[in-house]
């Protein structure tokens, strides 16, 4: 009975955090504001590494937050700052529609966690599965000795990227004074 109810949570969990991730992929697609856009694929990417996560891929979590969700979503951010997409307009009627649609799904997953907390208080005697050891410790000893050279061309590469981007935008407002 208690591993079926491990089974259980964690299949919940997954098909929870899976779905996240597909229905805020749609609303990246449908969102006709960039910047509500942005948001739903930093969603979008933090689901996806919740979904690493729990197929034991911690490393691979962890770099989807920082890399994608972090640094990749800050650039995008700032693209759109530079460009002038314009300001979003509050209180318009999906606005409205959003926050009725919001109360329920919150009350929603509010009795979900209560519901699943009182599931995991009967399994404490279950053993969990192990995560496989060294997995960022055998990637990082890689890294740093066997693909040394490649990883600092990368970093070389990343550095005139931001060198060349803050040139143009510099340029750019010399150009419109």
Same mark, same amino acid.
């Given at each position: 009975m ?12 997954f ?9 805020s ?6 969102a006709?504001?960039?910047v509500i ?6 969603v ?10 729990m197929?034991?891929? *911690?490393?691979?979590a962890?770099? *989807?937050?920082?890399?994608y969700?972090?640094?990749? $979503? ?5 693209? $759109?700052?530079?460009?002038d997409i314009g300001?979003?307009e509050?209180?318009?009627?999906? *606005? ?22 009182g ?12 995560p ?17 050279l ?28």
């Amino acid at each position: 009975m208690a591993a079926e109810a491990v089974n259980w949570i964690y299949a919940a969990g997954f098909y929870t955090v899976a779905g996240i991730a597909v229905l805020s992929a749609l609303i990246v697609i449908g969102a006709r504001n960039p910047v509500i856009s942005a948001v739903w694929l930093v969603v979008c990417l933090v689901a996806v590494a919740g979904i690493y996560a729990m197929l034991h891929a *911690q490393f691979l979590a962890m770099v *989807q937050i920082l890399v994608y969700a972090g640094a990749v $979503m800050v650039l995008f951010v700032m693209i $759109m700052m530079l460009i002038d997409i314009g300001k979003f307009e509050p209180g318009r009627k999906s *606005q409205k529609i959003l926050r009725v649609i919001a109360a329920p799904f919150g009350v929603a997953v509010t009795v979900i966690l209560v519901t699943l907390a009182g599931q995991i208080s009967k399994v404490k005697n279950v053993q969990w599965p192990e995560p496989p050891e060294g997995t960022s410790e055998k990637i990082g000893g890689m890294l740093f000795t066997k693909y040394l050279l490649p990883f600092e061309v990368l970093s070389l590469l990343l550095l005139a990227a931001v060198i060349a981007a803050i040139y143009l935008a510099r340029r750019r407002d010399r150009e419109e004074s």
